[in-house]
Nanobody, 127 residues
Framework: QVQLVESGGGSVQAGGSLRLSCAAS????????MGWFRQAPGKERQGVAA????????LYADSVKGRFTISQDRAKNTVYLQMNSLKPEDTAMYYC????????????????????WGQGTQVTVSS
């Protein structure tokens, strides 16, 4: 059974940092893709960052470039999202996703591309 367990969310003031973790189990972690998504109330789920677990390729949404960093620890089957210089507009439920359907790298920030999803972790940034 595939499990994606997120942790690390919380409440911070604008300008602060948080580090999210996503521990994966039950599927082939290597040579696949994993992504972080977020969804604010009343808004669609949007891609934030993605990583190719078999290499070093990463992709970011324009809104987080230069502030967020996605990384991985293959030994732990875990992906991280380091979020710096947080803004109130970063407030959302953050979800981890795994295993891309098409293998098209340029689709990795699309929610429809992913098969497995975690339960989410809340990030709240106050001004």
């Amino acid at each position: 059974q595939v499990q994606l367990v997120e942790s690390g969310g919380g409440s911070v003031q604008a300008g602060g940092s948080l580090r999210l973790s996503c521990a994966a189990s039950g599927y082939t972690y290597s040579s696949n893709c994993m992504g972080w998504f977020r969804q604010a109330p009343g808004k669609e789920r949007q891609g934030v960052a993605a990583i190719y677990t078999g290499g070093t390729s990463t992709l970011y949404a324009d809104s987080v470039k230069g502030r967020f960093t996605i990384s991985q620890d293959r030994a732990k089957n875990t992906v991280y999202l380091q979020m710096n210089s947080l803004k109130p507009e970063d407030t959302a439920m953050y979800y981890c996703a795994a295993e891309c359907r098409s293998g098209d790298w340029y689709k990795v920030l699309a929610p429809t591309e992913y098969i497995y999803w975690g339960q989410g972790t809340q990030v709240t940034v106050s001004s």
